[in-house]
């Protein structure tokens, strides 16, 4: 899929897939947003989100959600907790 001479570096390449997983997550989300208010599927979306934005940033598992989206450069959403 990408080129091993002078293709995206290695934090580049992450947040591309990165970027695929989140298209993959989301896809037809305004069909299912009305299951989104219920949290056993928020925080099924959410782990998902979590181990790429840890992969990203490659943090360890210790690390907080937030601040492995914030490092990932993954926007972080509204959460109501």
Request: charged fraction near 25%; aromatic fraction near 6%; avoid cysteine.
């Given at each position: 899929?990408?080129?091993?001479?002078?293709?995206?570096?290695?934090?580049?390449?992450?947040?591309?897939?990165?970027?695929?997983?989140?298209?993959i997550?989301?896809?037809?989300?305004?069909?299912?947003?009305?299951?989104?208010?219920?949290?056993?599927?928020?925080?099924?979306?959410?782990r998902?989100?979590?181990?790429?934005?840890?992969?990203?940033?490659?943090?360890?598992?210790?690390?907080?959600?937030?601040?492995?989206?914030?490092?990932?450069?993954?926007?972080?959403?509204?959460?109501?907790?």
């Open positions: 899929m990408m080129p091993n001479i002078k293709g995206p570096g290695q934090f580049n390449k992450r947040k591309i897939w990165g970027g695929v997983v989140d298209s997550v989301l896809y037809a989300a305004p069909i299912w947003a009305g299951a989104m208010k219920i949290e056993r599927h928020r925080k099924r979306v959410e998902v989100q979590r181990k790429v934005a840890l992969r990203i940033a490659k943090a360890y598992r210790t690390v907080s959600t937030e601040a492995a989206q914030v490092v990932a450069g993954i926007p972080i959403g509204n959460r109501k907790r």
